[in-house]
């Protein structure tokens, strides 16, 4: 006997309008970002500890001795000037994750004279601060249980202040050149610790 049943058409491609393929390019960037960042903090919480031997890096502009105050039985803060060797580098990946694929496309504004950046941005000391502080914010403040106002709250109280700092003038970046055609890096000279009276 011989089968008669025709087989059905499938179904037609699914196509998107050309004018929604930036939007979703853009989703997917963030989603990405999203799930290496979410990679890096499995792969810190599933890490065994470093041995007390081993030669990691400190934080840029900390002294050795500052960066590990907070190492012993772990960190006695999730603050990135806290953290020393392999838990501040991991740190600051997920930092740079963040910064390159949400913070900057979406709130990046031209650099100019009046509101400097540098692409180097993780070797400027207060700015690592800033914005790991600020990353921190927004991790909690756009969480679901932060609630509806928690992105108003983290744009309002955290955003808005960090960029009026970090983009100042005389901030962090001011010894950087502006011109995107004339790339110049320079981290600012802070007092010495004898300077300041601190010296032990």
Known sequence: MSDTSTTAPGPEPFRVPDGDLDDLASTLA????????????????????????????????????RADFAQGDGPASVFVLALGGEAYAIEIA????????LFLP????????????????????????????????WQQLTDAEAGLSGPSVWHRDHLDQTLVHLRAPDGPFAACTTSPTRP????????APEQLGLAA
């Not at 065994?48 to 031997?53: M, T, W």
């Not at 709130?107 to 207060?126: D, L, V």
């Open 94 to 101: 997920a930092l740079s994750d963040w910064v390159n694929y």
């Open 184 to 191: 110049n890096h320079r981290v600012l000279t802070t007092p």
């Open 30 to 65: 963030k989603t990405m970002a999203e799930v290496r960042q979410h990679g890096v903090i499995l792969d810190r919480l599933g890490s065994e500890p470093a041995p007390a031997s081993a030669e990691l890096p400190s934080p840029v502009g900390v002294p050795a001795a």
């Open 106 to 137: 979406v709130y990046g504004r031209e650099i100019s004279t009046s509101r400097p950046w540098c692409a180097q941005w993780h070797e400027h000391p207060e700015a690592v601060a800033r914005l790991h502080a600020l990353w921190l914010a």
